[in-house]
């Protein structure tokens, strides 16, 4: 079924630095979007988009802060990049829907908390393994989930035919360590980036959903 496309409000408060800090994270010239609509048309996910990605694009352009990072679509989007390549003006909007991911999750927003929950379960997989393991991952997103078998029917055959093993299989040499230190990395930069944020700055709704 198709998701309605959200309206906008234009009374909500606008960000005035919004679309200066989006253009800096991505690189991208965010005011030479003129709303064709090409991106968009391009899109598979536009049916389940609360807002289509050119009107996510023009959220941004207006500063309309809360909207963007609330809204679901910055989370189902798949970054096939089919936006970036039909984009006229050559704005990687993917990688502009990649920086909106990271700013909303820095906020605390999590429309789509089954998308979240996947994500850390997935990080937390390859923290602890090196690479992913994808049973404990699939029973640790279950749990999470609060849907313990949606995926038994399609894990079973996946075992019998040996397209899963029941343990990890962690990479050889100085792999894991490697990986670890990528996330040491990430660590530092966020507790960097956290400290150098206004400590009075909130979210507003659409919100929450246990941040990092
Ligand atoms: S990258 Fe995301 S927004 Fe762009 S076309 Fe693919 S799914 Fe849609
Ligand atoms: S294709 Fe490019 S110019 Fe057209 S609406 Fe999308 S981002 Fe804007």
Same mark, same amino acid.
């Given at each position: 079924?198709?998701?309605? %496309?959200?309206? /906008?409000? @234009?009374?909500?408060?606008?960000?005035? *630095?919004?679309?200066? =800090?989006?253009?800096? *994270?991505?690189?991208?010239?965010? !005011?030479? +979007?003129?709303?064709?609509?090409? +991106?968009?048309?391009?899109?598979?996910?536009?049916?389940?988009?609360?807002?289509?990605? &050119?009107?996510?694009?023009?959220?941004?352009?207006?500063? $309309?802060?809360?909207?963007?990072?609330? +809204?679901?679509?910055?989370? @189902?989007?798949?970054?096939?990049? #089919?936006?970036?390549?039909?984009?006229?003006?050559?704005?990687?909007? #993917?990688? %502009?829907?990649?920086? /909106?991911? &990271?700013? =909303?999750?820095?906020?605390?927003?999590?429309?789509?908390?089954?998308?979240?929950?996947?994500? *850390?379960?997935? @990080?937390?997989?390859?923290?602890? &393994?090196?690479?992913?393991?994808?049973?404990? @991952? #699939?029973?640790?997103?279950?749990?999470?989930?609060?849907?313990?078998?949606?995926?038994?029917?399609?894990? $079973?055959?996946?075992?019998?035919?040996?397209? /899963?093993?029941?343990?990890?299989?962690?990479?050889?040499?100085?792999?894991?360590?490697?990986?670890?230190?990528?996330?040491?990395?990430?660590?530092?930069? !966020?507790?960097?980036?956290?400290?150098?944020?206004?400590?009075?700055?909130?979210?507003?709704?659409?919100?929450?959903?246990?941040?990092?």
């Amino acid at each position: 079924m198709q998701t309605p %496309v959200r309206p /906008l409000n @234009l009374a909500q408060a606008r960000d005035p *630095d919004f679309q200066a =800090a989006v253009a800096r *994270d991505s690189g991208q010239h965010l !005011a030479s +979007c003129y709303q064709c609509g090409n +991106c968009t048309a391009g899109c598979s996910y536009t049916p389940d988009y609360d807002f289509p990605v &050119h009107q996510v694009m023009r959220l941004v352009q207006l500063g $309309l802060k809360e909207s963007a990072l609330s +809204c679901r679509s910055i989370w @189902l989007c798949a970054t096939c990049q #089919a936006c970036t390549t039909r984009c006229p003006n050559n704005i990687d909007v #993917a990688r %502009v829907m990649d920086v /909106l991911r &990271h700013m =909303a999750r820095q906020a605390g927003y999590a429309p789509e908390p089954g998308v979240k929950t996947f994500t *850390d379960s997935f @990080l937390a997989s390859v923290a602890k &393994h090196g690479r992913v393991f994808e049973v404990g @991952l #699939a029973a640790v997103f279950a749990i999470k989930s609060g849907k313990p078998l949606q995926d038994a029917g399609l894990g $079973l055959p996946m075992l019998t035919h040996g397209k /899963l093993s029941l343990t990890p299989h962690e990479p050889e040499g100085n792999g894991k360590a490697e990986v670890a230190a990528i996330f040491a990395r990430f660590d530092r930069v !966020a507790a960097q980036k956290a400290r150098a944020h206004s400590p009075g700055e909130t979210p507003g709704n659409g919100k929450k959903g246990g941040g990092e």
